[in-house]
C-alpha cells in the first residue's frame, strides 16, 4: 500500500472521530478536497470555505486514535473498513454526502456479500406478541431461503429478527448506534456475540462511543442503504422504525410493511405508510422476496387453504353434489335438471358421492350426509 493511500486513509479515521456520522458539512466538502486534505486543514485551523463546524472538529482532535489504539483495537476482533476496501458494501454510496466514513465490523461473515442478497426488518422496541412472532418467523423464513438479516440491534422487534436469522442457520447483521466496543444495548450483550460468531456487527461509530438520541436515527439510513428492501413488522405513528423507513423510500428502495389489528396503536405507522407512502402489504417472507427478488429467486410454494374432500372431486361431479338439498331430499331427475346434466350422469354421479360418503338415500330420493 502506497504512503499516499496510507494517508488519505488514516485522515478519513481520523475525520470520523472529529466529525458526527452523516455530517453534511464535511459530506460536501469531500466532494472537492480528499480526506487528507480536509484533515490538514482542519489541524491547521484553517478549513475549506464553508466548515462551520471547523472549531467543534478542532476541539476534538484529540479523540484522534494513535497506530497503537488502532491496532489494540483490530487485536480484539474489530476491523476498520474504508470505501474502496473489498468488503465495503458499495451500495452505501447511494447515500451520497451523508455516506459513512468509515465502517466498523466485526464478525464472521463478509458485510458486502451478506448484504447482496439482505432484508432489513425494523419495528417497535417495545412489541407486542404477535410482532415478536411475526419478526421471528419472517426473519427465519427469509434466512432458510439464503436471505440476510439486517436489524439494529435494539430490544423488540430488532432482537427478534437477529434470532430468527440465527435460529435458522442464517446470516445476520446488527447495524448498532453505538461504537462496537460499547454494545447498545448492553442487555444484548450474548445476542451480539451470537451476531457476531454467525454474522456482522457493523457500526460508524467509534469503538468505545456511546449512542445519542440523534444517533439512533442517523443510523436508520446505513440500515436501509445496505438491504435490497425494508419491512417495518410493527411501528407507532412516531416510531423510530418510520424512520428508516423514510430512508429506503426516499433511497428508492423496496418498502415494505406488516399489517396488524386496527386497534393496535403499535401498527397504526405500519398502517400510515402502506396508505400514505405506498408500502405492500406483506404478511410472510415469500411475500418480501416477491417484492425484492422479481425473478422469484429463492420462492417456496405459494401458501394455500386447508384441502378438504370437495377439492378432489371433479366439476361435473361437483356440480350435481352442490344440486343436492341439505334436508328434504330430491330425486334423481330433480338433481340432474339443478345440476345442469343428463340423468344417466346424475345417477352415475350420486352413486360415487354416496360411496365416498357425500350423500345418502332418504324418503324422498338422495340428501346430503350430515356428517359430511
Request: aromatic share 6%; glycine share 12%.
Amino acid at each position: 500500500m502506497s504512503a499516499m493511500i496510507d494517508r488519505e486513509r488514516f485522515a478519513r479515521i481520523a475525520l470520523s472521530f472529529v466529525a458526527e456520522p452523516g455530517d453534511l458539512t464535511l459530506g460536501g466538502m469531500l466532494r472537492t478536497s480528499s480526506p487528507a486534505e480536509v484533515f490538514a486543514a482542519v489541524c491547521d485551523g484553517h478549513p475549506p470555505e464553508g466548515a462551520g463546524e471547523s472549531e467543534r472538529w478542532a476541539a476534538r482532535l484529540g479523540r484522534v486514535p494513535t497506530d497503537s489504539r488502532l491496532a489494540d483495537w483490530e487485536r480484539t476482533g474489530l476491523r476498520l473498513l474504508c470505501p474502496g476496501d473489498p468488503e465495503w458494501p458499495t451500495q452505501l454510496d447511494v447515500l451520497g454526502d451523508i455516506r459513512p466514513l468509515v465502517l466498523w465490523v466485526q464478525g464472521s461473515a463478509d458485510l458486502r456479500f451478506a448484504c447482496l442478497r439482505s432484508v432489513s426488518v425494523v419495528g417497535a422496541r417495545a412489541a407486542t406478541g404477535y410482532g415478536q412472532h411475526v419478526a421471528t418467523e419472517m426473519a427465519a423464513a427469509l434466512a432458510e431461503r439464503g436471505w440476510a438479516v439486517i436489524s439494529g440491534g435494539a430490544y423488540g422487534i430488532d432482537s427478534c429478527a437477529h434470532r430468527g436469522a440465527l435460529g435458522a442457520d442464517g446470516v445476520t447483521v446488527a447495524v448498532l448506534a453505538s461504537g462496537l466496543s460499547y454494545g447498545y444495548p448492553k442487555g444484548h450483550h450474548e445476542l451480539f456475540a451470537a451476531i457476531a460468531g454467525q454474522g456482522v456487527m457493523v457500526s460508524e461509530w467509534p469503538p468505545g462511543r456511546a449512542p445519542t438520541r440523534p444517533g439512533f436515527l442517523v443510523r436508520n439510513r446505513v440500515i436501509a442503504a445496505l438491504s435490497c428492501g425494508t419491512v417495518v413488522v410493527e411501528a407507532a405513528l412516531r416510531s423510530g422504525a418510520l424512520s428508516t423507513a423514510r430512508h429506503a423510500r426516499d433511497l428508492c428502495r423496496p418498502l415494505m410493511a406488516v399489517p396488524g389489528p386496527v386497534t393496535s396503536d403499535l401498527s397504526a405507522g405500519c398502517h400510515e405508510i402502506i396508505r400514505e407512502w405506498g408500502a405492500v402489504c406483506v404478511t410472510e417472507a415469500r411475500d418480501v422476496i416477491e417484492v425484492v427478488s422479481p425473478s422469484g429467486d429463492g420462492l417456496g410454494p405459494r401458501r394455500r387453504g386447508p384441502a378438504c374432500p370437495r377439492d378432489s372431486l371433479d366439476p361435473v361431479t361437483r356440480a350435481v353434489l352442490e344440486a343436492v338439498p341439505a334436508r328434504t331430499g330430491s330425486g334423481p331427475a330433480a338433481v340432474a335438471v339443478t345440476a345442469g346434466v343428463d340423468l344417466n350422469t346424475a345417477i352415475g354421479c350420486l352413486g360415487a358421492l354416496a360411496a365416498a360418503g357425500f350423500v345418502e338415500r332418504c324418503v324422498r330420493g338422495w340428501r346430503l350426509r350430515k356428517d359430511a
